[in-house]
């Protein structure tokens, strides 16, 4: 049986035509869905109003809040270490036993659970520090998860930037420390923002590994008083933080309003929406940066 | 070498070049903390509670409450492993061919499509947390199952269906990054010889790639293993080996969500979801073996 | 470092936002004024962890207590029955919220140290999707149908229909307390029953699933699940209270010793006081002073 190849070639290409339309479909199927689904709190009062005890009508200002700081205060963590390991992967690093090992503890770290994370959480930043649940715990559980992330991330664009400028660098009498600082990573600029605020964006839906650790309720915050040494600050990283993934769990679990419903499909629209937020941001700065680097 | 030069190089290279060595060093650390944590918290069971390996791997008799008057706690897991493999397993199987042909069509059908809108769209797939991948699970997948396929809608099936959405970003990714390697000289050769694209792509692209789809393939599934919270939301946690792809069963990581805080710490109960984590670890630091052992291969044979 | 400025930026701008947004919030507290008035208790602060089913209750009153006592901190979280035992039980947090006595999760030797404070009582229905056709169960046909004997609504005067359990996992404590006072502990079948993790995914899951039975406290019952009679007698709680109808347990706070003095004795002697009566009652728990029979293990 012989088949046109020039016949099979089109039916194929059709194929990946369709599977690929067929992805597209599915987004938009599923952001359209949730969207659709929580359009009826996408409105200021929801995003700026505490939630109501047993009754109709709460927000979620204080989850919203939590979750940026938790991720800001992670990435404060993250970034400093994630960016060193992936300098040192990119252009320290030889072909040995060391070089192995970091690769696979940043492979093994990548694939734990993330349960698993908050588990050693709760026992090590909570427990052992004697903090109890707090923020801080949180954002360095977070930090264990998005660490391997970050570091790839860095590698990945400290790779790509070209061999030439480098060996120009050196050939000037640079150290090698010099060129990176001074010529490699603003050169992957561009590439390590997009990566980071991307990995943030991330970081901003993760519930499982915060229900142990940053806690599952919010004391009430006091959104005029920004002492970072306040109980009642919004600043204060010692104070327990629910965040707004957690807060969907939470909704769904045991949620006892009766609008339960509505203020958790809300609350995954507003999820949603930040995630496209952070997508789109990454990229543009990304770009943004990268124009100004280059004197565009 | 004077001294002010030392003092220089001190400044300018030492300095940076330790401190990247001493963050390197520190990603060793934390694993290492990670593990030796995992594994003292995980051999309770079998250290202090005398439970034998082999039962705990191998048998099916999960009565973690059980009094001692009945015969005290068993613990045996082999369910929980039996429902991760299947659950993970079909969803690689439904994953997998949309994955590898979408990764096929941003590299060589249309890489600007493929690098405008895939990409992005690849990763609001990934930005999207589980937590609303379960509910949407819950909400519109099971209802489906049940009014479409029969069975109460809480299955396997809706849990494979949700992996293999959760797990297509993974897979699609690393499948691209490695068919966009192949250099162009092959593929010109390909074309000149008279071949379609098709053809290209079957008996060209795709063999020199394979290596690399592999250990998409095989990330894919690590991740699939490690999910919790979306899968547990969908496949209605019947402590059963599933007979069909519509009933419900359940996993290793749904167990552990469930169980973990309604236990206290050091009960054999509690002991033996641990020994459950570190199980994980472990099938997890198996896959990373497996991927070395492909990405060997694929260097030897290009 | 000037390079670095438009990530910090983008940093500052991100976080001045969201301040912006929530800022506007806050709101004028009126009652400020008149705390200063309110007799001190004593200050510092409490944790207390555990139950997730008593988390809201007792977050709502911490609210109010510390509205009353501002020198008093406390803090509630969730993480379920096992986790707050085990956290008072070795000192890492003041208080343990469980919904069952510490005997049954904790060694004796650990559960001897705890005090128990029973702060009020939750009762349980049975329920069921609303679209089944039966109103009542005898107690002898419950255990049946949670052991795997009676599978067919027709069996108990329903429709020709599959029954399909849900259960809370069996480390639960309503799955604890339904098992004890409402199946008499018998064993339910393996591996027959669906199991969710939560209240809410339960309810969820009952309304979708036709033929469906499970239990709920009864905070969570409404009208989109059917409450089903236990032995002709209705959940409710009259007869509860009266001691009519058995399915229901405590909420325990436990501390570590008697605790006396500290903010979080007080806290407890707070919730379990006249004041936080009514919003006990309007949260659909049962203030332990209502009752007419009591249980001590």
Request: aromatic share 10%.
């Amino acid at each position: 049986m012989r088949i046109n190849p020039k016949a099979t070639d089109k039916i194929a290409t059709g194929i990946f035509y369709l599977v690929a339309l067929g992805f597209i479909i599915l987004l938009v199927f599923f952001v359209g869905y949730i969207i659709y689904q929580g359009r009826l709190r996408l409105n200021l009062n929801f995003i700026t109003s505490a939630p109501v005890f047993m009754k109709a009508g709460g927000g979620i200002a204080p989850q919203l809040f939590n979750s940026v700081y938790l991720v800001f205060l992670s990435m404060l963590i993250t970034v400093p270490i994630g960016l060193s390991a992936g300098i040192y992967l990119a252009e320290y690093a030889k072909q040995n036993r060391f070089t192995n090992a970091i690769r696979f503890c940043i492979e093994a770290l990548a694939s734990l659970p993330s349960i698993v994370i908050g588990l050693f959480g709760l026992l090590v930043f909570v427990t052992m520090t004697g903090w109890g649940y707090t923020l801080m715990s949180g954002a360095l559980a977070m930090s264990i998860l998005n660490l391997p992330v970050i570091t790839r991330v860095s590698e990945d664009s400290l790779r790509g930037v070209s061999n030439s400028y480098k060996e120009a660098s050196l050939a000037l009498g640079a150290t090698h420390w010099q060129t990176i600082y001074k010529l490699i990573i603003p050169v992957a600029l561009p590439g390590l923002i997009t990566g980071i605020v991307m990995t943030a964006g991330r970081a901003f839906g993760e519930a499982a590994a915060l229900l142990y650790t940053a806690g599952m309720s919010s004391p009430k915050l006091d959104f005029t008083n920004w002492n970072p040494l306040a109980y009642s600050s919004p600043l204060n990283p010692f104070r327990p933080a629910e965040t707004l993934a957690v807060y969907i769990w939470k909704v769904n679990s045991e949620g006892l309003a009766p609008d339960a419903r509505q203020i958790a499909d809300g609350s995954a629209a507003i999820l949603i929406i930040t995630v496209f937020v952070f997508n789109i941001g990454s990229r543009f700065f990304g770009r943004l940066i990268g124009n100004k680097l280059s004197g565009k | 070498m004077s001294k002010k030069s030392k003092i220089y190089n001190f400044k300018h290279e030492y300095l940076g070049r330790s401190v990247v060595t001493f963050f390197g060093l520190l990603l060793i650390l934390i694993t290492i903390i990670m593990v030796l944590f995992l594994a003292s918290k995980g051999m309770a069971t079998f250290l202090d509670n005398h439970v034998p390996l082999t039962q705990f791997l191998f048998s099916t008799d999960w009565h973690p409450e059980r009094g001692i008057a009945e015969g005290g706690p068993v613990v045996g897991v082999l369910i929980f492993i039996v429902g991760s493999v299947l659950i993970s397993g079909l969803a690689l199987l439904i994953s997998t061919p949309f994955s590898v042909a979408l990764a096929i069509f941003m590299t060589e059908i249309s890489p600007k499509l493929g690098k405008k809108i895939f990409q992005p769209v690849i990763e609001i797939f990934v930005g999207i947390p589980s937590v609303v991948y379960g509910w949407v699970g819950l909400t519109v997948l099971v209802p489906f199952v049940r009014n479409h396929f029969g069975g109460l809608g809480f299955s396997m099936l809706a849990g494979s269906l949700v992996l293999a959405v959760m797990i297509f970003p993974t897979i699609a990714t690393v499948s691209a990054d490695s068919l966009s390697i192949i250099t162009e000289d092959y593929k010109e050769a390909s074309y000149a010889l008279g071949a379609t694209r098709w053809h290209t792509i079957r008996k060209i692209i795709f063999p020199c790639a394979l290596p690399g789809i592999l250990t998409g393939v095989v990330l894919g599934l690590a991740r699939a293993f490690g999910e919790a919270l979306a899968v547990q939301m969908v496949i209605g946690n019947s402590i059963r080996i599933p007979g069909s792809i519509l009933d419900s069963t359940i996993n290793l990581t749904s167990i552990i969500t469930m169980d973990m805080g309604n236990t206290a710490m050091g009960t054999p109960w509690n002991n033996a979801l641990w020994s459950m984590a570190l199980l994980l670890l472990l099938i997890s630091f198996l896959f990373i073996l497996i991927i070395h052992r492909i990405g060997r291969k694929g260097n030897v044979s290009a | 470092m000037s390079k670095f400025k438009p990530l910090l930026f983008v940093l500052v701008l991100i976080l001045s936002v969201s301040a912006a947004l929530v800022g506007c919030s806050s709101q004028p507290q009126p009652n400020q004024d008149a705390n200063q008035q309110q007799p001190a208790g004593p200050s510092g602060s409490a944790t207390a962890v555990g139950s997730s089913a008593l988390q809201p209750l007792a977050e709502k009153a911490a609210e109010m207590y510390m509205a009353k006592n501002p020198k008093g901190k406390v803090q509630v979280q969730g993480g379920g029955s096992g986790t707050g035992l085990t956290q008072v039980a070795s000192g890492a947090c003041d208080i343990g919220n469980s919904d069952v006595f510490a005997a049954e999760k904790l060694t004796a030797d650990q559960a001897g140290t705890l005090v128990d404070h029973k702060v009020c009582v939750v009762g349980f229905a049975t329920v069921a999707n609303p679209k089944v056709k039966v109103d009542n169960l005898t107690g002898q046909q419950l255990i049946d149908i949670f052991t795997g004997k009676i599978t067919n609504w027709k069996d108990v005067g329903g429709d020709d229909q599959k029954i399909v359990i849900l259960n809370r996992p069996s480390s639960s404590g309503t799955r604890a307390t339904f098992k004890k006072y409402a199946l008499n502990g018998a064993e339910e079948a393996a591996g027959q029953a669906l199991t969710e993790e939560s209240s809410g995914t339960i309810k969820k899951a009952l309304a979708d699933t036709p033929g469906s039975i499970s239990y709920l406290a009864l905070s969570y019952v409404d009208s989109t699940v059917k409450s089903l009679k236990y032995n002709g007698i209705e959940a409710t709680t009259d007869n509860i209270t009266s001691g009519k109808y058995p399915i229901w347990s405590y909420e325990h706070m436990y501390t570590k010793g008697e605790a006396a003095g500290t903010v979080a004795k007080d806290f407890i002697d707070y919730m379990m006081g006249a004041e936080f009566k009514s919003i006990i009652t309007q949260m659909g728990y049962i203030p332990n002073s209502a009752m007419t029979v009591s249980r001590d293990k």
